[in-house]
């Protein structure tokens, strides 16, 4: 699959799963909406049953009192010489009393609501309309400009009325959503009744929490899966690439000494050479060496599939590390030389011996040399040192090549990854080599790190355990 069509397809998911992520957004928003004006709609329905009942309860009052003070002359004779006397010295004629208007006054009506029967309302039609959630309600009177009832409770006014009214605006209910207004006429609006829910929000929301975190939850499953198939996506794509150069370089490894040695072959079949022992000598060391040189690029294959398996089979035993890099620094040192280079050994452990695979661990010291001349193109400096660590040993190879990017590094013991070498296209393998060295070095339960900068090499530093481990 192309880069091209990987990125369309991401694009596409990435808006598809936004537009997911919108729609649900919207849709509990509008449930939530929703519930919002069911709730409005009971809580209103209460407060006129409340207003209807508080209005009947007034009225009720009221003819009892007329009954009450109409067999009681002399009570109403004092009361009528009582509002004579006030409208005589406010200088206002009063020719003829109006009963129902002292009695049925709306301000006197508001501020005579029984509290306890408020209350009992209130709650009575709240559950009536299946709303059973802690609220908090005030009666506010105009002419007090204060809260008189709030809660269940008669409320004080001391003071001016204009301290009154600063107190009830820093008051939770004068910021209520419900508001009813009480006892009103054509000509006055005595008061009203406020309620306030606390906990409404959380209440209406507590609905869709569990859709909401479910949507979360599936939705960022969604998403994990998304980003970790883009992730396998570019990772095998990046393996085919990387399993794409080693056909190719397999094919250019074997297709050399195939050709060697089939030139060699017919040489040795020529008439005018198979008589020469000397000649014939020196075609069958070339064919030996071809065919040596391909059953060690086999070999490395073969070791790779094994350790995929995990079919080791390493064979533990004593012996010098300083001993195994020497005979590895002879080695390597014929090519450094014929570059013009150097090869240095720092061997400064005390406690060089250690026990592990003979083998495989001269395979990963010849690696990382031979990695180090590789990319090193003009007269290498190379240092290999050693050291003391506690509970093992360590050395490290350290060359002046072209180095490594940080992106390298990461990469570095992939199998079949290959360092980018520019201009430079002399470097053979199969890129198998560090995958190797790091598979061993784990199965010996050591360590393999790398320091590397851009042009100015790179050091590869091994930690192997002292003794065997069995884990």
Not at 80 to 105: G, V, W
Not at 397 to 403: H, P
Not at 413 to 427: A, L, M, P, S
Not at 443 to 470: D, M, N, Q
């Amino acid at each position: 699959m192309s880069k091209k069509a990987i990125w369309t397809i991401i694009i596409i998911m990435t808006f598809s799963l936004i537009g997911v992520g919108v729609i649900q957004f919207f849709w509990i928003k509008w449930s939530v909406n929703l519930d919002e004006k069911n709730f409005n709609d009971k809580v209103l329905i209460a407060l006129n049953n409340v207003k209807e009942k508080l209005r009947i309860d007034a009225e009720q009052t009221y003819y009892e009192t007329k009954d009450n003070l109409t067999s009681k002359t002399g009570l109403q004779n004092i009361i009528i010489k009582d509002i004579t006397a006030q409208a005589r010295n406010q200088n206002h004629r009063l020719k003829e009393l109006d009963y129902n208007s002292y009695f049925f006054n709306p301000s006197h009506m508001l501020e005579a609501i029984d509290k306890d029967k408020l209350d009992k309302y209130l709650r009575k039609e709240l559950n009536n309309q299946g709303i059973d959630l802690r609220y908090e309600y005030g009666v506010y009177s105009n002419e007090l400009k204060a809260y008189f009832i709030e809660n269940g409770n008669y409320a004080a006014t001391i003071g001016d009325t204009t301290k009154s009214s600063n107190v009830a605006a820093m008051n939770p209910l004068s910021k209520a959503e419900y508001k009813i207004s009480l006892f009103t006429d054509e000509i006055s609006e005595p008061g009203h009744l406020n309620l306030y829910f606390p906990s409404k929000t959380r209440f209406l929301w507590s609905s869709v929490i569990p859709i909401l975190v479910s949507s979360i939850l599936f939705t960022g499953l969604i998403l994990f899966c998304f980003s970790y198939t883009v992730y396998v996506i570019f990772r095998q794509k990046k393996v085919s690439e990387m399993k794409t150069d080693f056909i190719n370089n397999m094919t250019h490894e074997f297709k050399t000494p195939i050709a060697t040695i089939s030139l060699a072959s017919d040489s040795v079949l020529s008439p005018s050479i198979i008589d020469n022992k000397t000649k014939v000598s020196r075609f069958i060391h070339i064919i030996k060496q071809e065919n040596s040189r391909m059953l060690s690029q086999v070999e490395k294959v073969l070791q790779m599939a094994q350790i995929e398996k995990e079919n080791l089979d390493l064979k533990f035993s004593q012996f010098n590390m300083h001993h195994l890099i020497e005979e590895a620094i002879i080695n390597a040192e014929l090519k450094i030389q014929s570059k013009g280079g150097t090869i240095t050994a720092n061997l400064d452990a005390k406690k060089p011996v250690i026990e592990a695979d003979i083998t495989h661990i001269s395979s990963i010291i010849n690696n990382l040399l031979d990695n180090a001349e590789k990319y090193t193109p003009d007269q290498p400096r190379i240092i290999i040192s050693t050291k003391d660590v506690r509970g093992g040993f360590e050395f490290s190879i350290e060359d002046n090549g072209i180095g490594m990017s940080k992106d390298a590094i990461k990469s570095i013991f992939e199998k079949f990854y290959r360092v980018h070498t520019g201009n430079i296209h002399d470097v053979k393998g199969f890129g198998l080599g560090l995958s190797y060295v790091k598979a061993m070095v784990e199965a010996h339960y050591g360590k393999v790190s790398v320091r590397s900068e851009l042009g100015k090499g790179s050091v590869f530093t091994v930690f192997l355990p002292e003794k065997k481990l069995i884990k």
